[in-house]
Structures are given as C-alpha cells and as structure tokens.
C-alpha cells in the first residue's frame, strides 16, 4: 500500500493531501530512509513522522484497503512520541 494512503487509513492523519505534503517535504522515513508518498509500506516496517514540534515512530502491524474509524489504531503500534526542537532556521534536529 502506498505510504500517504496507509497514513490516512490508519488515520494517523485526517486528510490524504496532509499525509502526501509531509511526505513530500521529506519528514517521513520508512525503515530509516526518506519516503515519498508513493513508497509501497508492507507489515513489520517502522515508520518516523515529523511534523509540527512532534517526531512519531509507528510499526505496520496491518495493512487494510479500508477500516472502520474504532480498528484504525489496530493497524499501527507507537513505538515513541516525542517533542522536537526546532533550529533558528526553523530545521528540526
């Protein structure tokens, strides 16, 4: 499954645009390598997010073309949330 349509139907983010823009902005990884929103995501694959103040790291535990809204977090397991600083220059570290 695609990277920015498994964020959205995992429901990690709301909207598939959102989920495709940070992945064009190179802020996600996936098993430790910067992912376009086309990336093909399968099952035991980690998945690091920054966005805003926040880095996310969630495992694949599934992958499903559709789920209900109450079996959505069934799909990944957070690893770490974490707050991020940002530089001067507005670059995350």
Do not use: C, H, W
């Not at 190179?26 to 430790?32: D, F, I, M, S």
């Not at 694959?45 to 103040?53: E, K, L, M, P």
Request: proline content about 1%; aromatic content about 4%; overall charge positive.
């Amino acid at each position: 499954m695609r990277l920015d349509k498994f964020l959205k139907v995992s429901r990690i983010f709301k909207r598939r645009t959102v989920a495709k823009d940070i992945s064009e902005a190179e802020r996600v990884l996936v098993n430790g390598r910067v992912a376009k929103p086309s990336t093909d995501v399968k099952e035991g694959d980690t998945i690091v997010i920054s966005y805003g103040q926040k880095r996310l790291t969630v495992k694949v535990l599934r992958i499903a073309e559709t789920v209900r809204k109450e079996d959505a977090e069934g799909m990944y397991a957070v690893l770490a949330e974490e707050k991020i600083a940002s530089t001067a220059d507005g670059a995350l570290r």
